[in-house]
């Protein structure tokens, strides 16, 4: 069946640091991509998607490009700031009722 | 820009209680919603798909009887625990998928956590 894998956290850095985390997936046929950022206390929300392959998404100065051959969907930012500290989710969408299947977070602490 | 609410945000209840969660769709029509929760550390997972005028879709493991979810209108759906157990405590969030939309924009609820005492 469909799966996401993502790395375990927690992830600690400093700010201005480069950031990734990688997510990997398994899926048949061809799903679309989510990353979605929960900050505390708050519900989820979708930070970027992509829906085909080579495909990047990108918002906030976070990237991540659906690579097909790899299955991997990893998140980058350049230069992360205290106000990117939270909890990151990768997921895949390939089932036809719509339902996303999430990775476990990754919970991201930016010290300044 | 497209809201899906969940009240309550918080609720504490008594064990054996039931509680009802809702999930509304402010600015536009759902023809399905989504029930995921999630425990501490780990990753949402899917309870339930809910469908405007037809019973829900549960997954595996999960108890329908428990769990009852009612899609009544295409902007509300309602997941009630009922005979909450402590081991029910948890954060339940709701998606829904814009009626009409080719599906690749799913809104998320704000959360709703459930504390059973």
């Known amino acids: 069946g469909n799966s996401v894998t993502q790395m375990e956290g927690p992830v600690t850095l400093s700010e201005e640091a480069f950031l990734t985390i990688n997510c990997t997936y398994t899926?048949?046929?061809?799903?679309?991509l989510f990353w979605y950022v929960q900050y505390p206390g708050e519900g989820l929300q979708l930070l970027l998607k992509?829906?085909?392959?080579?495909d990047k998404g990108s918002n906030k100065g976070f990237e991540a490009t659906y690579r097909k051959e790899t299955t991997s969907f990893h998140l980058e930012k350049g230069s992360v700031q205290v106000s990117d500290s939270a909890v990151y989710f990768c997921?895949?969408?390939?089932?036809?009722?719509?339902?996303?299947?999430f990775g476990k977070g990754t919970k991201l602490s930016v010290k300044p | 820009g497209a809201v899906v609410s969940q009240h309550p945000s918080w609720v504490i209840c008594k064990s054996g209680t039931s509680v009802k969660i809702e999930c509304r769709s402010l600015?536009?029509?759902?023809?399905?919603m989504f029930w995921y929760r999630q425990f501490p550390k780990q990753s949402l997972m899917l309870m339930a798909t809910?469908?405007?005028?037809?019973?829900?879709?549960?997954e595996q493991g999960v108890e329908k009887d428990k769990f009852l979810i009612n899609h009544a209108s295409l902007t509300l759906s309602t997941l009630t625990v009922t005979s909450a157990h402590p081991e029910d405590s948890s954060f339940y969030i709701c998606?829904?998928?814009?009626?009409?939309?080719?599906?690749?924009?799913?809104?998320f609820g704000e959360g709703s956590w459930l504390t059973v005492v």
């Open positions: 809910s469908n405007e005028g037809s019973k829900a879709t549960y």
């Open positions: 992509a829906t085909k392959a080579d």
């Open positions: 998606s829904a998928i814009p009626r009409g939309s080719r599906g690749n924009t799913i809104y």
């Open positions: 600015d536009f029509q759902a023809t399905t």
């Open positions: 899926a048949t046929g061809y799903p679309s």
């Open positions: 997921a895949l969408r390939g089932g036809s009722q719509g339902n996303l299947i």
